[in-house]
Nanobody, 118 residues
Framework: QVRLVESGGGLVQPGGSLRLSCEASETKRRLYAMGWFRQTPGKQRELVATAPDDLNPIVVDSVKGRFTISRDNAKNTVYLQMDNLKPEDTAVYYC????????????WGQGTQVTVSS
């Protein structure tokens, strides 16, 4: 069973930066896609960015130019560099990994809180 362990969340002032990390443990298999979602109370979980193995990274418009996703496949780790953070970025951020390009199998991390506030 693949386990995703996230780190790097916290409290930051508007305009600040944070870097989230997510490591997939208990597998040496290269995962097809790793990415980040976020969720606020009362809202559905939404995609932030994803890095498929065979495509360019995808970053949603609301964070484009401020967030950067990257992968270290040797470490089975995905990162989310978040710059110029805004209060509306406040959410629980979840890491998601898919082992295959097709099919329903997916793994989720436990979530890490990001709070942007002065």
């Amino acid at each position: 069973q693949v386990r995703l362990v996230e780190s790097g969340g916290g409290l930051v002032q508007p305009g600040g930066s944070l870097r989230l990390s997510c490591e997939a443990s208990e597998t040496k298999r290269r995962l097809y896609a790793m990415g980040w979602f976020r969720q606020t109370p009362g809202k559905q979980r939404e995609l932030v960015a994803t890095a498929p193995d065979d495509l360019n990274p995808i970053v949603v418009d609301s964070v484009k130019g401020r967030f950067t996703i990257s992968r270290d496949n040797a470490k089975n780790t995905v990162y989310l560099q978040m710059d110029n953070l805004k209060p509306e970025d406040t959410a629980v951020y979840y890491c998601k990994a898919r082992p295959y390009a097709v099919g329903p199998v997916a793994y989720w991390g436990q979530g890490t809180q990001v709070t942007v506030s002065s």
